[in-house]
């Protein structure tokens, strides 16, 4: 499976449907695909142990049932027991997620079918390792995880087309990343994005080995300005910032 042209360009989520979305465990009828917002329920007037009880129930559905669902959506905060519950959806190929207060991501390593990934805002996340371990994602996406600057660990990621690796862009709140050598491995991506970020070793050059890339979003900075002509003889490329919005690289910008 790859990635068709509109998901390269606009992100792997284009074209498709949205959906259903629900709170509680009553609300589920039986979908493949579903939109889970079971938590932040402050202006619904419930109690506290109601809105513990609605979580506890996704955590026992997802858990006493690992083969009902494929795809999943989280809009509302993700504490670490639901997403502990989520990993034991053993048909799932797509997770997104919006946001959360999870810190350890190991228990994703047995989610082996899961093809696209989006890891929202997870600042207390502690090691990128487990998802190394996903050889069949397509699609990944992580923001604002303060707390890791390596990327190394995702070159085992032999099949992924889509790399994002961003801060949080409303704040905003930027990331440390020491050096994007390890793109030197990944020669098959064909969209990259690395949007608020603060490249340590201010080397952007390992992306040139990307001659796959038909998408390239990059943070305007001073670094990137001095690369940018060169960035853009990359012979496949077409779409993003360095393409569709190049006054934001000039020089005296």
């Known amino acids: 499976m790859h990635l068709n042209d509109e998901q390269v360009r606009y992100g792997f989520a284009y074209g498709g449907i949205d959906p259903a979305s629900v709170i509680t465990t009553r609300e589920y009828a039986g979908q493949e695909e579903l939109t889970i917002n079971c938590t932040q329920l402050g202006g619904a007037k419930r109690s506290a142990k109601e809105k513990k009880r609605i979580v506890t129930e996704w955590c026992d559905l997802l858990t006493q049932h690992p083969t009902a669902f494929k795809s999943l959506q989280f809009g509302t905060r993700m504490p670490q027991e639901l997403f502990d519950a989520v990993c034991h959806q053993e048909n799932l190929e797509c997770l997104v997620i919006n946001w959360g207060a999870y810190r350890d991501l190991s228990a994703i390593e047995k989610l082996r079918k899961l093809k696209f990934l989006g890891i929202g805002s997870g600042a207390g996340v502690e090691s990128v390792r487990p998802i190394g371990e996903l050889v069949n994602l397509i699609a990944l996406g992580l923001e604002n995880f303060q707390?890791?600057?390596?990327?190394s660990d995702l070159t085992a990621l032999g099949q992924l087309e889509s790399l994002s690796i961003c801060g949080d862009g409303m704040g905003p709140q930027y990331i440390k990343v020491t050096s994007l050598e390890f793109l030197r491995k990944m020669t098959q991506l064909r969209s990259l994005r690395l949007l608020t970020i603060r490249l340590q070793n201010?080397?952007?050059?390992?992306?040139?080995?990307?001659?796959?890339?038909?998408?390239?979003?990059?943070?305007?900075?001073?670094?990137?300005?001095?690369?940018?002509?060169?960035?853009?003889?990359?012979?496949?490329?077409?779409?993003?910032?360095?393409k569709e919005k190049p006054e934001l690289y000039s020089k005296k910008g």
């Open 147 to 151: 707390k890791i600057t390596d990327y």
């Open 202 to 242: 201010q080397d952007y050059s390992p992306i040139l080995a990307l001659t796959q890339l038909e998408r390239l979003d990059l943070r305007s900075h001073r670094d990137v300005k001095k690369m940018y002509d060169e960035l853009c003889t990359l012979p496949q490329l077409k779409w993003g910032l360095l």
